[in-house]
């Protein structure tokens, strides 16, 4: 029997407050200006954010959803996250990273909810199997579970080093 008193209800929190810069070019012939390539639809009819909320969609319930974007962007997410309560759309004032979008996220969500399991996505991926994805994050729910002062990392193999992505040894 799998161990469940931690959360019943984990949460996430989804990466969206990013500039996009490296894809601009992109993102203004599809979409004709130069969102960040999360707000774009660059795979089918919705946008990368649209594709990270339905892959999270098995996995996580709508109100353990948190967004972290950022004001400049507001214009892109609005209407995209018009469905999604206030308390959990952290709005940065600005752009300052990826490390202080991830602080900021979970100092709010300190106050919803200090014992929960959490998991950190970005909105700008895509994953052309999203069964295997929701497989995979629910396997490290569950470790988490069972490991309970333990990080759970979870990455894809790289083919080569990528030096502007960074990558995890």
Do not use: C
């Not at 996009?20 to 070019?25: A, P, S, Y």
């Not at 199997?129 to 990392?153: P, R």
């Amino acid at each position: 029997m799998k161990h469940q008193d931690i959360t019943e209800r984990p949460w996430a929190i989804v990466l969206a407050g990013g500039d996009g810069i490296r894809l601009q070019g992109l993102t203004r012939r599809i979409d004709g200006d130069a969102r960040p390539k999360q707000f774009s639809r660059i795979f089918g009819d919705l946008s990368l954010l649209g594709h990270t909320r339905q892959r999270l969609e098995p996995i996580f319930s709508d109100n353990q959803l948190m967004f972290v974007v950022t004001k400049q962007h507001a214009l892109f997410y609005t209407e995209e996250l018009a469905d999604v309560d206030r308390s959990r759309i952290l709005e940065q004032p600005a752009n300052r990273g990826t490390g202080v979008a991830i602080m900021a996220a979970l100092l709010q969500l300190l106050e919803h909810e200090a014992d929960s399991i959490v998991g950190i996505f970005p909105s700008d991926h895509y994953y052309a199997d999203n069964a295997a994805f929701a497989a995979t994050v629910k396997s490290a729910i569950d470790i988490s579970n069972e490991h309970k002062d333990s990080i759970v990392l979870i990455g894809a193999k790289a083919d080569w080093p990528e030096v502007e992505f960074g990558w995890i040894e």
